[in-house]
């Protein structure tokens, strides 16, 4: 059975294959999403449908951004050295992780520098290299540093209010993402258990695996949520100076995991395709699988030499030139462009997916409902990486051509992200 309702058209097929997608003779209209639902062993299958180029706006953003903070010169607090996360305060002004300078800015709702959370060092209320910033109810502060494995909270007086350490897994935790009330979901380097060999001396492409792991509010271990691909790398081992030294760098289309916990649970998945799996954050249990061929592309020769001419253009002495043609050689070209490379969520639950491109500057965002639906598209400024959303405005990152990082908070018009169809 198929039906259109405005800017959707939703088929229900109980016994449709997996891949399938009903009512789709000749494609969906210009400027609808078609969206086929089937059960598998208990497994949600979303299957996606649309005409890529006039998918439905969800929202548009202000030309300028609301707030700016950041700047390559002037006073300390005003310039980042590298921006991990940024979200909103319960008075209305924002927090800002600086990875680089290991430390958490407040800034009042019109840009106003307000205080310092933590600094650089071991102790309590002191970083290595934090990661994840989140606001807890209370309007506590929580960041997340894996060299210690450590979550550290502050109140709303600012002053440190509790400090967590992760219990021990196999390797170091080295990311995070906090869910709201408090738990943290980690993400870690997998080991096999048959042992896995080192890279050789030559370049070679890796691609290992990593695990997804529920930590409860005092640090301990809940359960495995997923065990995935990671990020796939060139690795090489050389002598340098008398010390072994690795070099990395991912291949040209390195494909790569992403995941975001949201009030649902957890979305994990690999950009290899355009497929998003959401798993019960308790649990693991698989719940729902979202597809959209729609949104694949497919590799081209033009991209591959477009990203070797851009990469070759930087490299200052001939050594440099030939390790970026053996880096380009090793590159593999698969069949389809890797689909996404940022996931971001928004305060109704809503999971947002950058689309992939070769030099992270991707403007696209699609943004879909906690039950699968593709709600629509939302256009950034290049590059921007959004951290955090709301109906009416969005907080991110952006860097100049200097290379220089900022905080942004950008309103947004037109937006139907708060109407009942947003509603969890």
Known sequence: ????????????AGALAVGSVACTEGGPPAGEVMVARSDSSGVEIVVISAERTSIPVA????????????????????????IGDVVATGDGGIAVLDVQAAEVRLFDETGQFQATLGRKGDGPGEFRSPIDLALLPGDTLAVYDPVPGRITRFGPNSSTSRVTTLAKVETQVSDGRFLRDGQLVG?????????VAPPAGEPTLVRNTVALTLF????QVVDTIDIVPSLEEIVSIQMIGGRVSVLKRPPAFGRDNLFAPVESG???SENDRFELRLRETSTGRLLRI????SLELRTTEEMAQEIRERVL????TAQERALMETWFSLSPRP????????????????????EWTPFQDGTRWWVFEPDGDLLGAVDAPRGMRITSATCTSVLGVERDALGVEYAVRYALHESVLCGPAGAL
């Open 290 to 293: 979202v597809r959209a061929p």
């Open 266 to 268: 957890t979305w994990s």
């Open 1 to 12: 059975m198929c039906s259109s309702s405005g800017k959707r058209a939703i088929a229900f």
């Open 335 to 354: 069949e389809l462009q890797p689909s996404f490379d940022a996931f971001a969520s928004d305060d109704a639950g809503r999971l947002w997916v950058r």
């Open 187 to 195: 993400q870690s380097h997998w080991l096999d258990p048959d042992g």
């Open 313 to 316: 253009a930087g490299a200052e």
């Open 216 to 219: 409860d509010g005092m640090g």
């Open 59 to 82: 929202a548009t953003l202000d030309s300028v951004a609301a707030l700016r903070l950041g700047s390559p010169m002037g006073h300390a607090e005003e310039q980042f050295g590298a």
